[in-house]
């Protein structure tokens, strides 16, 4: 297993008295340099989130941008593609003289992410930055390509020295899906690690950049009513649920490979997992947040293949009808090799063995095509040992369960009984609602506007650390082999519905999936 | 997506009915569809001349998502006998399968002179409970504001607006002790303290910090206040002693005493700036490094020159909020508590002439 790896502690620095107060820390000058520049995350993800905190002023004081990708181009033809994406997927109409003040900072390299001429020239690219600056200049480099360049283009940059720079600090920047399997992300982290220090590494996962994920740990460890119930002793199980309506639309040649569990279990769902789970930080700071969710992944046992199928249940979509509309099961969307067996639904039963969690089952669930788009957390409290009176008359009295919505409509609801009106004295579950939307006047950020900026600062609190990477592979690993071994288990689901029947099997006694 | 209102109004009316009403409306738009529901975030209220209301109506409107959930608008005739009022709750049109509707509150009350000791209980109903309540009145009123404050957490000011500067820094001083205060004068300064910020933050900056010996500040003519605060905010988080300037033709000049040297302050009007805040800085080392920035189309424009005489010029990013932007940030603001708001206060008033 890997371990946090960094370097020695620096010296503290004498602190800057004007950042007291003001929402934005500043981010020190920073070249940011895209490889895979002309990409669809690059295109729809990147480039908008840039132009947006350049509208927000949020950039830093110096800041260039380096477009890297194969096809021959020149400067001022990627500008044009910058802009236009940036028109296209910018969450605001972009104001033109912002606009024109960030594009006239961005530079373009073509060449192959093999060839050492493609670094050498950014090399020069890069320190001309610093020349004109007149001061050290940050260096970020972002890895949006195919994961099997992730490698290639680290070690090529170890090779050109520019995983190290005299006086600033040099980052990178990893996108997901960082391996497809224990033995890759291992090899990956190994191959990372030999050229950077952990501490220059951010392995995105997007969720973590979403509010309402850091909203958990608010939720958690600011409010005091929850936490002395947050354990075996008062909750019976838990549910986390990522359900999409859409298909696969054109990603067949990406999700065919992946599959719902390396798609969103294995990283996004095992996060909120975590959030679920883990004991209080002793501080908000990226090593010990990360801590603490390792423990939680440390504590969740190595499926054997003997328990994979009693603890894990797949599926596969079926032509059938979403948003009032006929649509095509799995196997009939464009690019599906025919007879494939990669899962769109996965569902898991996993144990946290540790004090707090022993025994209480974490059902996670992920699919494509069920009834509607929905991601939340249920916990379901033990139910009450006595009702004291007569539940004639009353209505499905039922345990109190605490949703947190993550999407659409972020926020906490808290299932309670209460007494209908009348002479009787008959009960019903009535739900108490907060709406996050309801109560602040500010927007969320985009999750990549925050993360570009975190990374850009150095601060590590929303990536993956290398350790927690390969815990989640740990346990995701051996599910994917057994699935990849034998088609028996795969179930048919028809589109639009609620998934496969079959993942009630997993369910504890008097357990059951929350309707989607 | 359009907008749907429920309306409610009613001449010669009370609190207590008001209050009915809007609880009726909301039990109305909730029947209508359940997926409606009331924002509950922040009671505003603004006490105005009724004559400038319609003004003030636009200003609020272009606030932006920056709506406060229940707005009380308290519009004053002096003459008039009636209490009139006019409740909306609006939706931005209706919610999409799976989503929520946000509704948000107006209450106008007309009032006159008549109603003005009995104020606060007309007002009091009428604001949310629990919720932070953020006064402003916009047309002076300071006695109003007085006597609103029992019932506010917050009270948002424009120091810019006050007919005489100097008072409206020793007034701000008087509110702070009463209320958390939000000047639209220091919001307007806030882009210019993050980059001068930034511009020290990167660690070889930032022990020059300490070496500063030159500040000047352009700013609108009619912006001395939101200079003053600049200057208060570096005087206050340096540990600069700074002395009353000096008024000298269109500028006022003065020192401020740092820990290794004297710092000398210019701050200067620019009559040429179309909007009101500040059009640019510059600020000068004891090793000869200068930095300036200046306003520009779509960010600032920045400059610095080193000690051997080398320029550099280059631009910054960044929007510009416009007046509707600042009076919405203002709002935000009034959630929030910026803890160098007061101490930069404090040393602007030990720099009035």
Known sequence: ?516 | MARSDAVWSEQGTTPDAIEAALRDLLIQRHAENDKYVPARVLNMIAFVDREWSGEIANRLRAVGRYTPSRLLVLAYEPRRERLDARVTIVSEGDPAPGEFGLLRETVIVELGHRHLDDLLTIADPLVVTDLPTLLWSPHGHHDIVEMLLALSQAVLVDSIDEPVWRDAIDRACKLTKQAYLVDLAWLRSTPWRERVAASFHPPLRRPELRAIERLTIRHHPDSTVSAMLFAGWLASRLGWTPSPLVPRGEALLGKAHASRQDVTLQLEAAPALQVRGLEGLTLRTASGRELSLDRGPGGLQASSRDARGAERRWRIPGASRGEGGILGEGIRQALLRDPTYVPALDAAQAMLP
């Not at chain 1, 800057?16 to 669809?40: K, Q, S, Y």
């Not at chain 1, 908008?48 to 949020?58: C, E, V």
């Not at chain 1, 500010?442 to 850009?456: N, W």
């Not at chain 1, 990536?463 to 795969?490: H, M, Y």
Request: hydrophobic share 40%.
């Open chain 1, 1 to 516: 297993m890997a371990v946090a790896v960094g370097r020695p502690t620096p010296q503290p620095e004498a602190e800057n008295p004007l950042t007291e107060g003001l929402e934005r820390i500043p981010v020190a000058p920073t070249t940011l340099v895209i490889f895979g520049a002309t990409g669809d995350l690059a295109r729809r993800k990147l480039l908008p989130a840039l132009y947006n905190l350049a509208h927000d002023g949020a950039l830093p004081e110096r800041f260039h941008l380096v477009g890297v990708a194969r096809k021959e181009k020149a400067h001022e033809d990627y500008r044009k593609e910058c802009e236009e994406a940036i028109r296209r997927f910018s969450r605001r109409p972009p104001d033109p003289d912002v606009l024109k003040i960030l594009l006239e900072n961005v530079k373009y390299v073509p060449g192959t992410f093999e060839d050492d001429s493609v670094y050498s020239e950014l090399s020069k690219l890069l320190d001309g930055f610093e020349e004109k600056a007149g001061e050290p200049v940050n260096r970020a480099f972002y890895l949006a390509t195919d994961p099997s360049f992730f490698g290639v283009i680290v070690e090529a940059l170890g090779r050109s020295g520019l995983a190290r720079h005299e006086r600033s600090e040099v980052r990178v920047i990893i996108e997901k899906p960082f391996g497809t399997t224990l033995e890759e992300a291992r090899e990956l982290n190994r191959r990372v690690l030999a050229i950077f220090d952990e501490t220059q590494v951010f392995r995105i996962d997007h969720y973590l950049g979403k509010e309402t994920v850091q909203n958990m740990m608010a939720f958690r460890f600011a409010n005091g009513m929850f936490e002395p119930l947050w354990n075996r002793n008062y909750i019976d199980y838990v549910q986390i649920t990522a359900a999409e309506d859409i298909g696969i639309g054109s990603r067949a040649g990406y999700y065919d490979g992946s599959g719902a569990l390396r798609d969103l279990i294995q990283n996004h769902m095992l996060q909120l997992l975590c959030h679920v789970a883990m004991e209080p930080p002793v501080s908000f700071t990226a090593e010990e947040v990360r801590n603490e969710k390792v423990k939680v992944l440390e504590a969740i046992p190595e499926p054997t293949p003997q328990e994979i199928p009693k603890i894990a249940d797949r599926g596969q979509y079926t032509r059938g009808h979403a948003g009032g509309e006929d649509v095509p099961g799995y196997l009939e969307e464009e690019g599906v090799p025919e007879g494939s067996i990669t899962e769109t639904y996965a569902a898991l039963r996993l144990e946290v063995d540790n004090w707090r969690w022993a025994g209480v089952p974490f059902y996670l669930r992920t699919g494509k095509r069920l009834a509607r788009k929905l991601t939340e957390i249920v916990v379901t409290l033990k139910p009450v040992p006595h009702l004291a009176f007569s539940q004639a008359g009353s209505l499905g009295v039922q345990p109190n369960q605490l949703v947190l919505t993550i999407q659409p409509n972020e926020g906490v609801s808290l299932s309670l009984v209460a007494k209908i009106p009348g002479t009787r004295m008959a009960i019903r579950p009535v739900i108490m609602e907060f709406l996050y939307g309801t109560a602040f006047l500010s927007q969320s950020p985009e999750a990549y506007e925050r993360l570009i900026t975190d990374a850009m600062r150095g601060d590590a609190t929303l990536f993956t650390r290398n350790d927690e990477i390969e815990a989640q592979w740990r346990i995701c690993d051996p599910i994917v082999k057994f699935w990849a071994s034998t088609k028996d288990g795969l179930a048919d689901y028809e589109a639009g519905s609620q998934g496969p029947k079959e993942a009630e099997l997993l369910l504890h006694e008097g357990h059951h999936w929350r309707a989607i």
